[in-house]
């Protein structure tokens, strides 16, 4: 008896939900029973031997702290800086007149030296003026010749008046010496008469002269006025000619040829081309150690109590002597620098900018057409552009403060003010050190024979901490430009970066080396590692600095 469709489908619905699962498991299970379990290998046990404990530890990269007055090496602080004229001169018309001549050298550009010829006033006027003075001062050097002529005439009046006086006198003496009635009263009367008339002769010669002295020394102070008008005159004359009265550069002309110009109107600005100045300003803190150099002023270290209260205050406003490196790099060419020796002179003003808070300074340089390019060679090139105004410049100034500063690599300084600093310390390679563990019987054995590249003579163990109180003294970071020949030191990084710091009690004596290489978080009580062996022998930091400072512009420290 067939069955019906109904039956089939139920039957398929159960081998399909129930007996085709239960088939697949039995053949996974199978399959796993058949496959079985693989064991890992077992981890041999820890090296406890030095060789084994040093190679345990983590490596690190040091590189050690110098003093910096051990690198020989000029310590640069880099500002910003603008130039501008060290002296200016606007040439301005000092007297009224029209402009009659223009020199071809009179334009805005051209190089002009002291004395040449720029302009010519009208000078008719002025020349009319001196020949009237001149005419005037003779006329009064010809009344002086007549009166002296007067003045001898009236001696020789004198000088008869005065033989007169004495005649009379001895005719009176006379008179009065004959018996009594040989001479009447009439005829002593007449010659007392005579003898006072000799004498107001000679009183009206003697008032004579002494009016002709009064006259001249009126007539000689005519003259000494129309002498001084003369050079008034003759000096105005000079002026209808403007000259130059600087070497430099004309900047602007402001008047021409037929222009009328009156006192004091400016005709020509003059630019002096033999020195120029730097204008830049220091923040406190660069001022600071600026301020702070060994080479300051003795009056300074040792101020002189004998001295005036004015001189003693003076010195407080007055900065040491501080040699600069000025460099420009030229737009379009990069790479191409031009430096310059200048000098720090004194501040610009007194106080604080009020916008930028910071400290107007000056820097002179000297030569301003005196430079060496970015290879240290002078500049032989005629047409090569100077140092003039406008020009955009950084000035490194040359400090050597009194302070104890140490050449930290920039890679070793951390956030915060903090260094991770290595002391060598064969302790943490003890078997009963906690960062290894407490070691078993069994696990401590003799040295082990080195296997693989590991060196043991090569590292060094020690202990991983942190520093605090390291202050970088900010924009006084130093690049090492030999760092390509200093490679096969694997003790140092390929770039030659460092920061000069401030470490808090930290002494030139110390032996100082820091971590370089990255490292996570580390605790205060720091960590065990190893590092590559260092020969301070070497002067392993010294070589990465430059020679001298004789080499500044010679390529410079960048």
């Known amino acids: 008896m067939h069955k019906t469709p109904p039956e089939r489908s139920v039957v398929e619905s159960i081998v ?11 053949v996974a299970g199978a399959a796993f029973l058949a496959l079985g379990t693989v064991e890992p290998p077992k981890r ?9 404990r040093l190679e345990a530890l983590p490596p690190i990269r040091v590189e050690p702290i110098r003093v910096l007055d051990t690198t020989t090496t000029p310590l640069f602080l880099s500002v910003d800086g603008t130039v501008v004229p060290f002296q200016e001169a606007v040439v301005a018309a000092e007297l009224a007149g029209r402009v009659v001549e223009k020199s071809e050298q009179c334009e805005s550009g051209n190089f ?9 006033i009208d000078k008719e006027d002025y020349l009319l003026e001196v020949r009237r003075l001149t005419q005037q001062k003779d006329q009064e050097y010809q009344l002086l010749q007549e009166l002296d002529q007067e003045m001898i005439n009236s001696q020789r009046l004198i000088d008869v008046a005065e033989q007169d006086v004495e005649i009379q006198q001895r005719e009176v003496q006379r008179q009065k010496d004959l018996p009594i009635g040989f001479s009447s009263q009439t ?18 010669q003697k008032n004579q002269l002494d009016l002709q002295r009064k006259r001249r020394a009126r007539i000689e102070a005519s003259e000494r006025l129309a002498a001084i008008q003369l050079e008034v005159a003759e000096v105005n004359l000079r002026r209808t000619k403007i000259v130059a009265p600087i070497d430099g550069v004309i900047v602007s002309e402001q008047a021409d040829v037929n222009t009328f110009v009156v006192r004091g109107s400016p005709l020509v600005t003059i630019e002096d081309t033999s020195k120029v100045e730097v204008s830049t300003s220091l923040r406190m803190d660069q001022l600071y150690w600026i301020l702070d150099q060994n080479e300051r002023f003795s009056e300074r270290r040792e101020p002189n109590l004998n001295a005036p209260h004015s001189d003693q205050a003076q010195l407080n406003y007055v900065l040491p002597q501080t040699e600069a490196l000025i460099e420009y790099e030229i737009s379009g060419r990069r790479g191409s620098i031009h430096r310059w020796q200048g000098n720090l002179m004194s501040y610009d003003g007194i106080g604080l900018d009020p916008k930028t808070r910071t400290v107007p300074v000056r820097v002179l340089v000297d030569h301003p057409t005196d430079f060496v390019d970015q290879y240290g060679n002078q500049n032989l090139t005629v047409g090569t552009p100077p140092l003039v105004r406008g020009m955009f410049v950084q000035v490194k100034l040359l400090i050597r403060p009194k302070t104890k500063l140490f050449v930290v690599p920039s890679k070793a300084l951390q956030p915060g003010n903090r260094i991770y600093q290595f002391s060598p310390d064969e302790s943490v390679l003890e078997p009963s050190n906690p960062e290894f563990g407490e070691p078993t019987q069994t696990q401590i054995s003799e040295s082990k024979p080195q296997t693989g590249q590991f060196k043991t003579n090569d590292w060094s163990p020690g202990r991983v901490s942190i520093r605090e109180s390291v202050m970088p003294v900010d924009s006084l970071a130093i690049k090492d430009p030999a760092a390509s020949n200093i490679t096969s030191d694997p003790t140092l990084p390929n770039d030659k970066e460092f920061w000069v710091c401030e470490v808090a009690g930290l002494s030139e004596q110390h032996s100082l080396f820091v971590v370089t290489s990255p490292l996570g978080s580390v605790t205060q009580s720091g960590f065990a590692a190893r590092a590559l062996q260092i020969d301070n022998s070497k002067g392993t930091m010294d070589a990465v600095f430059q020679s001298p400072r004789e080499s500044i512009m010679e390529g410079g420290t960048r």
């Open 44 to 52: 041999p046990p820890a090296d406890s031997s030095r060789a084994g």
């Open 187 to 204: 005829e002593i009367d007449q010659a007392n008469r005579a003898l006072l008339g000799a004498k107001q002769q000679l009183v009206s």
């Open 112 to 120: 002009v030296k002291k004395g040449d010829l720029l302009m010519q």
């Open 16 to 26: 399909i939900n129930f007996v085709a699962p239960l088939a697949l498991l039995a």
